[in-house]
């Protein structure tokens, strides 16, 4: 069993920065994928960025060149910087670890994450 546990939302004002940490724990397998998704409401879940083990990042249009997704290996921990954010970046982040080989996805949590004057 794999427990995800996510830190760092809060309320920002436009333009400012947030940095998301998402700590896994339990049987982790040596090779997979962790990503951030998140929820506005009235809306689905989407994908932020993912990186897999050995670094490869994926990021939705939204927000590249605004985000940077890291991980340390050691520490089975990813992390989501978030810069120059806008009142749409408002939703719920979601940590998620996918499992290679499976696969098998766990999820955290969620964190808060709200942008506004």
């Known amino acids: 069993q794999v427990q995800l546990v996510e830190s760092g939302g809060g309320l920002v004002q436009p333009g400012e920065s947030l940095r998301l940490s998402c700590a896994a724990s339990?049987?982790?397998?040596?090779?997979?994928?962790m990503g951030w998704y998140r929820q506005a409401p009235g809306k689905q879940r989407e994908l932020v960025a993912s990186?897999?083990?050995?670094?490869?990042?994926n990021y939705a249009d939204s927000v590249k060149g605004r985000f940077t997704i890291s991980r340390d290996n050691a520490k089975n921990t990813v992390y989501l910087q978030m810069d120059s954010l806008k009142p749409e970046d408002t939703a719920v982040y979601y940590c998620?670890?996918?499992?290679?080989?499976?696969?098998?996805?766990?999820w955290g949590q969620g964190t808060q994450v709200t942008v506004s004057s």
């Open positions: 990186i897999i083990t050995g670094g490869t990042t």
């Open positions: 339990g049987s982790i397998s040596r090779l997979n994928v």
């Open positions: 998620k670890l996918t499992t290679i080989p499976g696969p098998f996805a766990y």
